[in-house]
Nanobody
């Protein structure tokens, strides 16, 4: 079973940037599609971005973050990243990474394993 540890969250002003990391342990993730999700206070968890396992990595984004966020991975470090630019107050949430158990792209199912990292964007 893979364990996921998210980090990199914090408080930032609107228009600023943050880079989130998700370190996996327990098994290699180089053969797995990975994703980022977020949950704002009082709201359902929502999809943010996904990256495929293959070299070059196909990516897929929620419309709300397209053009501002970039997902990437470093399989040698067993880690994925989420670069967040031009942050908005509505991006405030706890961000979670997840691993897709299946091979279909884009994935329709994910497993979560971390505590998340909190991002707060002030106006």
């Amino acid at each position: 079973q893979v364990q996921l540890v998210e980090s990199g969250g914090g408080l930032v002003q609107a228009g600023g940037s943050l880079r989130l990391s998700c370190a996996a342990s327990g098994r290699a993730i180089n053969g797995a599609h990975m994703g980022w999700f977020r949950q704002a206070p009082g709201k359902e968890r929502e999809f943010v971005a996904a990256i495929s396992w293959w070299s070059g990595g196909s990516t897929y984004y929620a419309d709300s973050v397209k053009g501002r966020f970039t997902i990437s991975r470093d399989n040698a470090k067993n880690t994925i990243y989420l670069q967040m630019n031009s942050l908005k107050p509505e991006d405030t949430a706890v961000y979670y990474c997840a691993v897709a158990p299946g091979s279909s792209w884009p994935p329709y199912e994910y497993n979560y394993g971390g505590q998340g990292t909190r991002v707060t964007v002030s106006s």
